[in-house]
């Protein structure tokens, strides 16, 4: 089920995102910036949250806020995934995942895409 959700967009979004560098580390990238091509627009000023959309199952939650940059007048949308169960955390002293007390909580990751208006993916931007 989708739903449209109004209201401070922008307190729904990440301020930045790790982007891998391949065996070099990472770097954080801001995401108040326009991610079409060829639009260098990096002014959280010139960028206006349209609406969100939102849908959730038992493996993932999925965010996707449009956004309309004033600068190239086109719309995208930031696509924010929380995969909920990627692992277990391991307690100190504990050498197996099954000793983990029941109520320990799976560890989450966040991945973000941009998507244009379509929905068709531009690419992905990196982790949050």
Not at 29 to 54: A, T, Y
Not at 83 to 99: D, F, I, S, T
Not at 112 to 122: F, P, Q, R, S, Y
Request: net charge positive; charged share 35%.
């Amino acid at each position: 089920m989708v739903k449209k959700i109004q209201g401070n967009l922008w307190l729904e979004i990440p301020g930045y995102a790790w982007v891998a560098l391949a065996r070099r580390g990472m770097e954080k990238i801001s995401l108040d910036q326009c991610f079409l091509k060829g639009c260098e627009n990096q002014d959280i000023k010139m960028l206006e949250p349209l609406k969100k959309e939102e849908y959730e199952d038992e493996k993932k939650q999925v965010k996707k806020i449009h956004i309309k940059c004033k600068k190239c007048g086109g719309i995208f949308q930031l696509e924010l995934i929380t995969l909920k169960k990627v692992a277990r955390p391991m307690q100190k002293g504990k050498q197996e995942r099954n000793q983990l007390d029941d109520d320990t909580e799976d560890l989450s990751m966040g991945i973000v895409n941009a998507l244009d208006e379509t929905g068709k993916n531009i690419g992905n931007i990196g982790f949050f």
